[in-house]
């Protein structure tokens, strides 16, 4: 089972809403691109591409552990369209140590991601920018 109703009737999910998860992976898709504002030349273009390529093997292996996890639920479990964003986000997310609102947890899983996407768009600006 997948929620479970408090007394007060919440639901509290036991699965991050999938709008986080494709959150995240356009903000690091974000970050690589934000990344190769700094291409100049020589050695600098050849890491940028072993980074960005770490990047994307990462996703890619989130992406196949996540085909994988559906693969294996067992049959009672429903894997059915999942409730609206706005509705997971006022309810409850169950973590491991205690139970959240639904948006404070996607703000605290989104958070670092986009503070380093965001933070390498604006080192790429000022560095386009200051360029003589």
Not at 4 to 17: A, E, L, M, P
């Amino acid at each position: 089972m997948n929620e479970n109703v408090t007394r007060d009737r919440r639901f509290v999910s036991k699965r991050i809403h999938p709008a986080i998860y494709i959150a995240m992976i356009a903000l690091v898709l974000w970050l690589i691109v934000s990344v190769w504002e700094f291409a100049g030349g020589g050695y600098v273009d050849y890491l940028l591409a072993i980074v960005s390529g770490f990047f994307l093997m990462v996703l890619a292996m989130i992406y196949a552990l996540w085909r994988t996890w559906r693969k294996q639920q067992a049959p009672g479990v429903s894997l059915s369209t999942p409730k609206s964003f706005r509705r997971w986000a006022s309810d409850e997310l169950d973590t491991w140590q205690d139970r959240v609102k639904g948006i404070n947890a996607a703000i605290e899983i989104l958070l670092p991601i986009a503070a380093v996407a965001f933070g390498m768009t604006a080192f790429g600006l000022v560095l386009h920018f200051a360029r003589p």
